[in-house]
């Protein structure tokens, strides 16, 4: 019955930690493009993260994870940090996330998180600049992705499907 303890704490443990991989593959040295995630300040403890979550299967550091991370013991306050990262300018897969986070933990359980997530496929061109934009409402929510210069889609709109208002138990 000990050693059950000790292994399911141990699993328990384990299962918090998230491996981040680079946004350039290792060993990659061809053209790159660089990719901004970006985040809406509603209110000091409310914002919502528009944000790269992984770039061809890969986990990668966001804004959003590490805004969490940055401001844990603030109390009810949080400033966002929003993250770039240079990416290969090559054919790329991005899966983009749009959440609404809260500074504290119990702000977030009562009150609305709202929450899209979807997969891109597109090509960024060398030396481009782009920026991950979204909006997350009770009446609309969408994440892309956009060239800052000209504004403009460079894939599609990931959409809610009916409403995207997250459970108690999602958040």
Known sequence: MKSFVV????????????????????GYTGPRATIKDSATVHSA?????????????KI???SRVES????????????????????PARPITVDLVARTEYAAPILALTSVVYQVA?????????????????????????????????????DKKIEATGSAKLGFFQK
């Open 118 to 154: 979807g997969q891109i496929t597109f090509t960024p061109e060398e030396s481009k600049f782009y920026v991950v934009r979204g909006v997350l409402s009770a009446e609309y929510a969408a994440v892309w992705i956009e060239d800052q210069q000209t504004q403009k889609i460079v």
């Open 68 to 87: 969490i991370a940055a401001n844990q013991g603030r109390g009810f306050y949080m400033s966002p940090v929003v993250l770039t990262r240079d990416v």
């Open 45 to 57: 403890s409310k914002v919502d993260y528009f944000v790269v979550a992984k770039i061809d299967g």
């Open 7 to 26: 292994i399911t704490s141990l699993a328990c443990l384990l299962a918090g930690c998230v491996s981040y991989s680079p946004s350039i593959p290792e």
């Open 60 to 62: 990668v550091k966001n």
